[in-house]
Structures are given as structure tokens and as C-alpha cells.
């Protein structure tokens, strides 16, 4: 994975791990709690592929399942969210941008439910049974609401900063001087208007002052020929 990923998803990962447990889990809603861990992945991974999806979600959940007060085996969560980075990667399309925000909508669904029944799934392999005390049916309608309530205003805007470290500033120059230098637009064309521009100038000034009578100072070169010149233009 890139370096840019990299530095752009970590302290985002790290942001919404300690907002969801220093805020959103002291909420005690009913139900579930909002996963806006799960939406920074989902995010990222809508705009980097199932590749970086999965391994920004792996990452992500097991900083979460090693972060206090986390009391469920370790890399139970970081499975779950690697599945989910990965299936949501696999919805980004060719061009890298979604036409509509109906696919991402449909992902963060998706996500909320399939992140309830993984969790809940690995859980009872692993003897966990939190999810029948509590009732799945409630679990994956609270999950699926409150992720749908925080995701607008969490995946567009993950998904607009990722797009952005995308390019990279660099490239974007040196690819822009290919271009440029393909279609005709570089340094010495650039230049050439420049004089080209300075040339219209000098002939529109010359033209204002035949019309007006007013006989600029020449060149020392031409300056005999030149007066006589704008005389002889001047008298008739």
C-alpha cells in the first residue's frame, strides 16, 4: 500500500477509535453502538480497492480490539472489519468515482448488518454469547440505523479527503508539463505570447498616435527618417 494511504488513513482510523469509544460508547444507547470505525473503513475502502480495504481494516480493528476497554479476544474485530474493507473495496468501480451515492449507501448497509453477524459469528465460535442475551434482530436494526444516521456525515467526507491524496502533487506537475508539451503549451509557447502580446501593443500605440498627430520619441538608430517620415504623413 502507498506511503500517502498510509499517513492519510492511520490518523484517521485513530481519530474515529477514540471518538467512538470516549463518546459514542458512553451514549448507552439501546441496541448496538455506532460503528464510525466502521465507516472510516468503508470510506477508504470505496476509494482505494479491496486490497487497501482490507489491510486498512485489518489494522483497524485489531488497534480496536487492543484498545481498552475492549473485553473480547483479540482479532475478533480485525477479522470482521478485513472482510468488510475487503467486500466494500470490490463495489469500487473502474474510473475510481461513484456516479451516484446509492452503491455507497447500499455498502454502509450492507456493512452494518454483515459486521453484526460476523462479530456475532466469531463470537459464538470463540464461547462469546453477548448477542443472545441482548437479541440479534435488535442488534443488527440499531447497528443498521445508527450507521446509516452517522454515515453521511462521516463516508463522503473520508472518501473526499482519500480522493485527494490520490495525486500526487509532484506528479500532477510533471504530468501536466507532458500534456502541455503534447498539446503545444509549454515554456517557449508561452513565451511567444508574451511577445507576440507585446508586439500588438507597440503597433495599436503607433496607430494612436498617427491618428492623434502626436509624434513619439524614436530610436537613436532611425531617428532622422523616422521624424522626416511622420512629417511627411503628418502634412498630408
Given at each position: ?141 440499531s447497528a443498521t440505523l445508527y450507521d446509516l444516521l452517522l454515515a453521511p456525515f462521516t463516508v463522503p467526507l473520508v472518501m473526499a479527503v482519500a480522493r485527494r491524496t490520490e495525486h500526487d502533487p509532484l506528479a500532477t506537475d510533471s504530468g501536466g508539463g507532458a500534456v502541455a508539451g503534447r498539446h503545444g503549451w509549454g515554456s517557449g509557447d508561452a513565451g511567444s505570447w508574451l511577445t507576440t502580446g507585446t508586439g500588438l501593443k507597440s ?34
Amino acid at each position: 500500500m502507498r506511503i500517502n494511504r498510509i499517513l492519510l488513513a492511520t490518523p484517521l482510523v485513530v481519530v474515529a477509535l477514540i471518538i467512538q469509544v470516549s463518546i459514542l460508547a458512553r451514549l448507552h444507547l439501546p441496541g448496538a453502538v455506532p460503528d464510525l470505525l466502521m465507516l472510516v473503513v468503508v470510506g477508504l475502502a470505496l476509494v482505494y480497492g479491496h486490497v487497501g480495504g482490507s489491510l486498512i481494516g485489518f489494522g483497524a480493528g485489531l488497534l480496536a480490539d487492543l484498545a481498552p476497554p475492549a473485553d473480547h479476544a483479540i482479532g475478533r474485530y480485525a477479522l470482521v472489519l478485513c472482510v468488510i474493507g475487503y467486500a466494500a473495496g470490490l463495489t469500487r468501480p473502474d474510473g475510481g468515482q461513484h456516479r451516484s451515492a446509492t452503491l455507497p449507501l447500499v455498502v454502509v448497509i450492507g456493512a452494518a448488518i454483515g459486521s453484526t453477524l460476523l462479530y456475532a459469528g466469531v463470537g459464538s465460535l470463540v464461547g462469546d454469547t453477548a448477542a443472545r442475551h441482548v437479541g440479534l434482530v435488535g442488534l443488527l436494526l440499531s447497528a443498521t440505523l445508527y450507521d446509516l444516521l452517522l454515515a453521511p456525515f462521516t463516508v463522503p467526507l473520508v472518501m473526499a479527503v482519500a480522493r485527494r491524496t490520490e495525486h500526487d502533487p509532484l506528479a500532477t506537475d510533471s504530468g501536466g508539463g507532458a500534456v502541455a508539451g503534447r498539446h503545444g503549451w509549454g515554456s517557449g509557447d508561452a513565451g511567444s505570447w508574451l511577445t507576440t502580446g507585446t508586439g500588438l501593443k507597440s503597433s495599436r500605440n503607433a496607430m494612436k498616435a498617427l491618428r492623434t498627430g502626436r509624434v513619439p520619441k524614436p530610436a537613436r538608430g532611425g531617428r532622422t527618417k523616422g521624424v522626416k517620415g511622420l512629417k511627411g504623413v503628418k502634412r498630408l
